[in-house]
């Protein structure tokens, strides 16, 4: 997967557009639908939440931070990112703005997705603009009820179960290298405890978690680790095994 920071100069893609925090079920669908395409598919994300900019008192904790994002997305097929980083300037972009600067073949959202200044960037508008620019737009009914916020609360919980429906995988856990202590202040955790997480390959993040496990303790925003791992390391909630002290 290509990933980039700003909008290349590439050959035209199948793009969708959205914050895919938690790539979830929802998320996945619609990178199905992209692939189904026949062309190669791209996704304009962002690095941080829009919330961290615009309304920072509201922005709500990630299930996926960028690096895992990153990692997930991958899993799924896709081949270019472009994980844009959200600026007030970038806010008061209008969408067809936006629109003439993708690469763009085709264009797949979700239901009820709005971007662009004052969210202007609609259903009717953006199909108006596929019209006129012979670009073929579609949006994807919401046949599977999920949503990243329900599973924040499902995890926030600890119905963690619940989440891995939602999910359709495990809740994940990114540890960088040489970490045996580190900030989850800014993400979606359950409750304070002890659990039992498996690992996972950070290149085969959307298959079968292996057998080994470790315990790790939550505690105040910090997640420990009986020992630092020496690569980046993807973990995994075990929802049937995990268990709060």
């Known amino acids: 997967m290509i990933i980039a920071d700003c909008i290349p100069d590439t050959l035209p893609h199948a793009f969708t557009i959205g914050t895919f925090d938690g790539v979830h079920l929802g998320h996945q669908a619609l990178l199905q639908t992209l692939k189904a395409t026949g062309h190669p598919t791209a996704v304009l994300t962002f690095a941080a939440h829009p919330l961290k900019t615009l309304t920072p008192e509201t922005a709500p904790l990630l299930i996926t931070p960028l690096s895992l994002k990153l990692i997930l997305l991958k899993a799924q097929g896709v081949r270019l990112t472009i994980a844009l980083p959200f600026s007030i ?25 709005s971007f662009g200044r004052d969210r202007e960037g609609t259903e009717e508008n953006v199909k108006a603009w596929g019209q006129k620019n012979n670009i073929p737009v579609e949006y994807l009914s919401k046949t ?101 002290l």
């Open 144 to 244: 599977i009820p999920v949503s990243s916020q329900k599973i924040r609360d499902a995890i926030k919980s600890g119905h963690l179960l619940l989440a891995e429906q939602l999910l359709g995988r495990a809740h994940l856990l990114y540890v960088p290298a040489y970490t045996a202590k580190m900030s989850v202040s800014g993400l979606v955790m359950p409750p304070d405890g002890a659990y039992l997480l498996s690992y996972y390959s950070c290149t085969k993040a959307s298959r079968s978690r292996s057998k080994e496990k470790i315990m790790v303790t939550l505690h105040s925003g910090w997640a420990h680790f009986p020992s630092s791992f020496v690569e980046p390391t993807i973990l995994a909630f075990n929802p049937r095994e995990s268990h709060v």
């Open 89 to 113: 300037k970038f806010a008061k972009l209008s969408f067809d703005e936006l629109l003439k600067s993708l690469p763009v073949s085709h264009l797949i959202l979700g239901e009820g997705a």
